[in-house]
């Protein structure tokens, strides 16, 4: 399950996802000064990555992720308030197939628009550095090493529960369904992200 292949530059796909990003969050990204920086590829999908530019942390970006068999495209807000700590807000519906480690906060609305996930995105943030207290540090890993480690780290979190492979089926098929549309304000932090809390 750890052996994952590692996300990878693909610069032949920058132009057909920058086309492909709707006018509306384009609009948006442009007055909260996201930037186009590179595209990748990873699995069965390529994404292209935003960063907001900002001399200081936290270190916001958006990915529009394609999915190569088709399927919807999905837009995702992420704040990394350290190496170890980010917020994730997203369209996507498969968000909560695994459970997330503590520090992978996570919140899924498919059906909000580019402002409401945007808001809800701010509002996640707010709630996780003066509600849950985390503090907000300079990131120093590059995307690439941050990309993996997070992947490794969310995979070794869902590996270390007992019986994971069993318990799979009802994470997929029923719960990953209860934290759609739930705000990370709204979400029961011990329950969903485990100890750490």
Known sequence: MLCSPEAQENAASSAELIERLPEVY??????????????????NTTFGLWLQINPDPPLRS?????????????????????????????TTRAAFVFP???????????????ESLWKAHVRGEEHITATLGIPVKECRLPFLEAFKQEIIRKLSHVA?????????????????????????WRQDIRVTYGAGS
């Open 26 to 43: 384009r609009a948006l990204l442009e007055s909260k000064g996201f930037r186009f920086t590179k595209a990748y590829s990873f699995h």
């Open 62 to 90: 958006f990915i529009l992720l394609k999915p190569q068999g088709g399927g919807p495209l999905v837009y995702e807000f992420i704040t990394a308030f350290s190496d170890d700590v980010s917020l994730e807000t997203t």
């Open 100 to 114: 997330p480690p503590f520090g992978s906060f996570l919140q899924s609305f498919p059906s909000y628009s580019p």
């Open 160 to 184: 270390s529960l007992p019986f994971w492979a069993v318990r799979g089926v009802y994470w997929y098929s029923f719960k990953r369904f209860l934290l759609r549309n739930k705000p990370i």
